[in-house]
């Protein structure tokens, strides 16, 4: 270590400078208008550099990616484009399309997917869905489309020559197809430590690459020739497989080896993986936070910085380099999958040396498959061998008690003690290796080592105690799914979803791994509906989770109209886990969580199974909740019978229009709501009129549809509850007190009102009337409401405050005709005057009277009209700032309401005047179409509400 100055230069330079460009964000981001914009139709140029078909669509990466608008040209980077597969792009080509941007997604769920970030690493931030493929130009990269189409051609040859999963996976490690292997293969690989066989790595590198060079250099042919020919068949393997991040690492190392072959130098092994990880970092620094960066370049350093110190151990070769590889990855490993696999250090012992004979017979096969279908055949029966056996040994070792130990992801704080204990490990041990011959070993440090070692790899894997309650509403989609902690024990009461047959597997394993849950001492399943209980089934048949038993709803299953209860019974009792039924007045009490059954009646007789919904109160110290299941509105009324008042509620049935009713709402009389519902589901959960039910009484709500899964953290005092989602609303309240923290205001309890007019004048439509119908029932997630006034000084705001203070409404719009104008008109001020031209609907024609005697002369608009102005703009919809709003109503009206509003400063409110529709007929007067006028009050709407959440 002491005579490696250019590794320490590039470990304290680059690795802060990289730090420092994430930190800051110092790189090429697209603009934030493109954001604003993200489901307008738009056209874009770009450079297609990469393509994946698949069966209907084809996935395409983009770059140098130009977006085209009437105010100008903006630059967006590299995108990730998707296409329905009719025409293919040649890769290479500069294209036009037309297509709709989105923002990739965040995980909603703790250790989900992150699109987000699995694009970011890679320098995307937007999706594209291509609506039209407008022109191609320039040539295409032929190497590439050579590579692909040969890419396909072997992908083809593996599929008819190997059995279907071992085709999968032949396809992943040879090819680097990611998405041709089974979910549950890759899941069993990574659950047991030998996923990494599935990346192209430094071991395809190091046999075709070095493999290569040797046999150039025994023609011979000199070190610079052999090592130019080896670096251009290794790119363009790279090409065949794609440029993994690992692929990248090793290819660069082996460059640089091959380098110093060339001046005749010996490569480092850090140094050389220093300046690969350098070179990647400068450029693309968030490749950092890649997993596979963090995985391959950890195994490097593992066996380059840690294997070293096990030379005083007596144990073989290959046990000390897979041990150092397995410390090296841990922490990488436990934040990643929060399991680890105990057995996982021998199962790679029989694993690794197999590996070169797999690819060598893989490679082999595929290359006689061009000559010799039979043969290679008859060559690949090896590989399907070896293939078959690894899985044979994972799920060998599946069977085994402790085979999976689920930690939880560690803490950041526990990463940083471990890697503390893994240097200070390492050095006792290289110290107890420094020792003159002859000597014995200095067994007091070489001990010394191995218990620190020891300590920090049991602090790091050793599961955290929940302290006091977590309560998490996972976003399972259209169903539900709660998993409940508090003081080390864990409670599911249901989980299931509709509308994601595999829930199990995607949402309620890495909730429960990331959180370190392996045991569960009672899972509830309010009923039998699938949307309850398809993915806690799933996860009852796996090894790793234990359940100590599943509770029932007590209800007559002797019906015909039961047949869903017996089957899961059935289903319980083939799984060999024990369940029972619980009715009205049962509980059980594990320290001071208390679950007391409040339905149904020992033995009730049900129409169906949401009204057999077994209910729950939950008591925690001062904190409370009620879980109902899919409960109707016909049976929460037998709730009642039970104390009620509680801290917060599940919607019942996901928030139907016909459960949690008024006499439910007023019984519970909760502070927040938690609605478990799935994302423009068929269903319109949750209904309007409910959602009215909850903003009439002051109740919070928080959907996971909007904020991913739901969590609320309490002691029993102070409750926290907030999304997954960034951005989600924010509530903190004490549970004695009951104050909402000014959240609410700001995030939780928004309210959109937009107000129109009458029709006036002989007229028989107002256009605003026809706006304010169209109108959606949510914006940016805000509910709407819509108010039609009378064309009535005076009258017309008197009505509209009422509504405003009825609705509590946060934002108003107010929306007025000005006929005559061939713009969209957001009104700048309002002036102290009324001077009619024509009397009102009621008669009245006041002439140059003030409207407020005391008032200022004017008052200015709340809204940010700049910003509405612009946004019409670019529908390519006419529209500028009105510095008068006239002299009539509707300067009567927004006068009057932005006076009310200096006595609500936290209400954002203004007016905006639209001009005849073509529907009205007027002859010589500029018009705009409705729809265009209905397009251009959305987008203004969308814009006011997002400019009110980010202040």
């Not at 460059?255 to 993986?273: C, E, K, P, V, W």
């Not at 209800?555 to 886990?577: F, P, Q």
Request: net charge neutral; charged share 20%; with cysteine.
């Amino acid at each position: 270590m002491r005579n490696r100055p250019l590794f320490y230069m590039l470990l304290f330079l680059i690795l802060p400078i990289t730090i420092v460009r994430i930190s800051l964000g110092n790189r090429a981001r697209p603009a934030d208008s493109l954001a604003a914009r993200a489901s307008s139709d738009l056209y874009v140029t770009g450079i297609v550099t990469g393509r994946v078909d698949g069966a209907y669509r084809t996935q395409y990466t983009l770059d140098r990616v130009i977006v085209h608008t009437e105010n100008g040209e903006i630059p967006a980077g590299k995108v990730a484009g998707s296409a329905l597969r009719l025409t293919t792009i040649p890769i290479g080509s500069e294209v036009v399309l037309r297509g709709r941007f989105s923002l990739p997604e965040h995980a909603r769920n703790p250790g989900a997917f992150d699109e987000h970030a699995y694009d970011r690493c890679r320098g995307i931030f937007y999706k594209l869905e291509i609506e039209e493929i407008c022109e191609v130009r320039g040539r295409p990269d032929r190497l590439k489309e050579a590579m692909l189409s040969l890419r396909e051609s072997c992908g083809r040859k593996l599929e008819r020559l190997l059995p279907e999963m071992e085709a999968g996976i032949a396809k992943t490690m040879l090819l680097g197809e990611k998405g041709a292997i089974d979910s549950e293969v890759r899941q069993l690989y990574a659950d047991h430590g030998i996923a990494h066989v599935l990346a192209i790595s430094g071991l395809h590198i190091n046999l075709l690459g070095l493999g290569f060079y040797e046999l150039l250099r025994k023609i011979p042919v000199s070190h610079g020739c052999a090592g130019v020919l080896t670096l251009l068949l290794v790119a363009l393997f790279g090409l065949f497989s794609g440029f993994s991040v690992s692929f990248g690492r090793a290819f660069l190392m082996m460059g640089i080896f091959l380098f110093g072959q060339m001046n005749g130098r010996s490569a480092d092994t850090l140094t050389s993986a220093a300046m690969a990880a350098g070179i990647l970092l400068l450029n693309e620094p968030y490749a950092l936070l890649d997993v596979g960066f963090q995985l391959s370049f950890g195994a490097t350093f593992g066996m380059a910085m840690i294997r070293p110190a096990f030379e005083t151990l007596r144990i073989p070769e290959a046990l000390k380099m897979s041990l150092a590889v397995e410390l090296a990855l841990l922490p990488i490993l436990l934040r990643q999958y929060a399991v680890i696999a105990p057995a996982g250090i021998l199962l790679n012992l029989a694993v690794i040396p197999l590996m070169s004979v797999l690819l060598l017979v893989l490679a082999a096969g595929l290359f006689l498959s061009f000559l010799s279908m039979g043969a290679a055949g008859f060559l690949l029966g090896t590989a399907t061998g070896i293939l078959k056996l690894y899985t044979f040994l994972c799920k060998l070792i599946d069977v085994l008690p402790g085979s999976l130990l689920v930690t939880g992801a560690p803490a950041m704080w526990k990463i940083i003690l471990y890697l503390w204990c893994l240097i200070g490990g390492c050095f006792l041990l290289k110290k107890a290796k420094e020792q003159k011959k002859g000597q014995q070993c200095k067994t007091r440090e070489a001990m010394a080592g191995l218990v620190l070692l020891m300590v920090g790899c049991v602090l790091l894997c050793l599961p955290g105690k929940q302290k006091g309650l977590k309560i998490t509403a996972m976003d399972v989609s259209q169903g539900d799914g709660f998993l409940i902690q508090a003081d080390g024990v864990n409670v599911l009461i249901d989980g299931g979803s509709s509308t994601n047959e595999d829930v199990g597997a995607d949402v309620m394993r890495p909730v429960l791994r990331t959180f370190g849950v392996s045991h569960i001492s009672c899972a509830v399943i309010s009923h039998w509906d699938a949307d309850h209980c398809n993915g806690l089934l799933a996860l009852l048949d796996e090894n790793w989770l234990r359940v100590d038993e599943v509770i029932l709803p007590a209800v007559n299953d002797s019906s015909g109209k039961m047949k869903g209860l017996r089957k899961l019974k059935d289903e319980l009792t083939a799984l060999g886990v024990p369940y029972r039924t619980m009715s009205a007045g049962e509980s059980f009490v594990f320290g001071d969580l208390y679950l007391h059954c409040i339905y149904p009646q020992e033995g009730a007789t049900v129409d169906n199974a949401n009204d057999a919904s077994l209910s729950l109160r939950l008591d925690y110290r001062g904190f409370s909740m009620i879980f109902a299941g899919d409960l109707g509105g016909a049976k929460e009324g037998e709730l009642t019978k039970y104390p009620g008042d509680v801290t917060m509620i599940k919607a019942t049935h996901h928030g139907s229009e016909y459960s949690n009713t008024p006499v439910f709402l007023d019984w519970a009389d909760p502070k927040l709501c938690v609605i478990s519902c799935g994302r423009e589901n068929p269903y319109g959960h949750p209904h309007e009129a409910f959602l009215k039910r909850l903003s009439d009484r002051n109740i919070l709500q928080m959907q996971t549809a909007k904020a991913g899964a739901v969590i609320c953290e309490t002691d029993g005092d102070e409750v926290t509850v907030y999304g997954w989602l960034p951005k989600s609303p924010h509530f903190s309240f004490s549970v004695n007190l009951c104050m909402m923290s000014a959240e609410r205001w700001k995030m939780g309890m928004e309210k959109l009102l937009v107000s129109a007019f009458e029709p006036f004048g002989g007229d028989e439509i107002n256009p605003t009337m026809e706006i304010v119908k169209a109108l959606p029932e949510e914006i940016e997630g805000v509910p709407v409401r819509t108010l039609v006034l009378p064309v009535v000084f005076e009258k017309a705001a008197e009505a509209l405050i009422e509504e405003i203070e009825r609705e509590q409404a946060t934002i108003v719009v107010s929306l007025g005709l000005a006929g005559g104008r061939d713009a969209i008109t957001p009104e700048r001020v309002g002036v102290n005057v009324m001077d009619a031209r024509i009397p009102d609907a009621s008669g009245f024609q006041p002439v140059d009277e003030p409207i407020c005697k005391e008032g200022p002369a004017a008052y200015f608009s709340a809204l940010p009209i700049r910003k509405m102005m612009e946004c019409v703009r670019e529908l390519n919809i006419p529209a500028r700032i009105s510095n008068t709003a006239g002299t009539y109503v509707c300067n009567d009206l927004m006068y009057r309401l932005l006076a009310y509003r200096e006595k609500h400063p936290e209400l954002v409110c203004g007016f905006v005047h639209v001009p005849y529709c073509m529907e009205m007929k007027k002859d010589g007067a500029p018009v705009l179409a409705l729809s265009e006028e209905i397009r251009a009050v959305t987008r203004m709407c969308e814009v006011i509400v997002k400019e009110k959440q980010q202040r």
